[in-house]
Every structure is written in C-alpha cells, then in structure tokens.
C-alpha cells in the first residue's frame, strides 16, 4: 500500500521542490500538494501518511494537526524557527543531502518495510551498503574482489527487484531495511 503524503504550504516554490524530492525519495508514495489549509479540509484529509506543513499554516491549524502529531512534519525556515515541542520539524533551507536524510529520519525513525518483498541475495546487500556510501562501479568491484560486470550485474537486478533507479531511493530502501544507519549517510 502505497503511502499518501500532502504538502501544505502558500509556497508554491516550496511545494513543488519537496514534492519532487520526496518522489525520489519515496517512488511509490502519491504526494498532493495543497496551497491552504481549506484546500486539504476539501479534500480528504485523514488519509494521509505524513503531513509537511508550513509553520504559519500549523500554528492556525494547531488542533488539527495535534491530533496527528506522529504523522505531521512541519516545514520550518532556518534560523527563525518557533521550537515546538515534540513536533519534528524540517528546515527547509539545508542542502539536499541534509533535508534527504532528514526526511528519512522522520518517515522511517518508527516504522519499518515488509520484510521478505524483495529478497535480496547477501552479495547484493553488500554491494547496495557500497552505492550508499557513494562508491562507483569499480570501486565496488575491488572492493569485494570481483567483477566490473559483476558488479553491474549486481546493480541491475537490485534496480529491478526494487524498481529503485536513483542512489537517494536506493539509501532509503537501505536505511528503512537497517543495512546502513541514516545517520551514516
């Protein structure tokens, strides 16, 4: 089941941005993007996964979202940001790496995926860790003493029991399953 994710943020900038990183982060997730609070209370709004709101937006709406506190991330602008208790934040002004592991860090600190889905083999586990570290095809190949086509035979049958191209999907997958920690990355 794939999960169903809203954006609610006035920036329309803002907005797009997550989305699409989001969707590199979490493919099969749906993400809805809603410019006002009214928007999302017209469609349906219980159910969502995760909310990303704007502060502005979450301290009008605080009684709503308190209510989905677990499943509410509220979009905070740097420096200048309210400190709210218990309610995980994102800065939105951090470099792409940061906001990823940031994201992964909220959407997958308390949940985990189904195991056996997509069995991968041992070997292929040890050759998703190196890509998530950052390594290249023949660094891997050294690395585990095989290779070149090894490798990238490897990386293809990965891809394809995931269905995950990008190295920031395929860091997700390997922290939601525990092969790498997040704070590793």
């Known amino acids: 089941m794939a999960p169903e994710i809203a954006i609610v943020n006035s ?8 989305q699409n990183l989001l969707k ?5 997730a749906t993400i809805r993007t809603f410019h006002s609070f009214a928007e999302l209370m017209d469609d349906t709004p219980d159910m969502y996964a995760h909310y990303f709101i704007s502060s502005q937006i979450y301290f009008e709406h605080t009684a709503f979202f308190l209510d989905r506190k677990p499943k509410t991330i509220v979009l905070a602008n740097g420096n200048n940001q309210p400190q709210l208790s218990g309610v995980p934040t ?6 792409e790496k940061s906001l ?8 997958y600190g ?3 995926g189904h195991p056996g889905e997509h069995e991968l083999s041992a070997r292929e586990i040890e050759v998703l860790v190196l890509i998530t570290k950052g390594l290249i095809n023949k660094e891997i190949a050294d690395k ?9 035979s490897h990386r293809k049958n990965i891809t394809e029991k995931l269905g ?4 920031s999907g395929l860091t997700i997958y ?6 790498v920690e997040a704070d590793r990355i």
């Open 11 to 18: 920036n329309t900038l803002s907005c797009l941005g997550l």
């Open 24 to 28: 590199e982060i979490i493919p099969m």
């Open 90 to 95: 994102l800065d939105i002004y951090q470099d």
């Open 100 to 107: 990823i592991k940031n994201i992964l860090l909220h959407q």
């Open 110 to 112: 308390h949940q985990h």
């Open 144 to 152: 585990l003493n095989i290779s070149l086509t090894t490798v990238i």
């Open 164 to 167: 995950i191209k990008s190295v």
């Open 174 to 179: 390997a922290v939601m399953h525990g092969y």
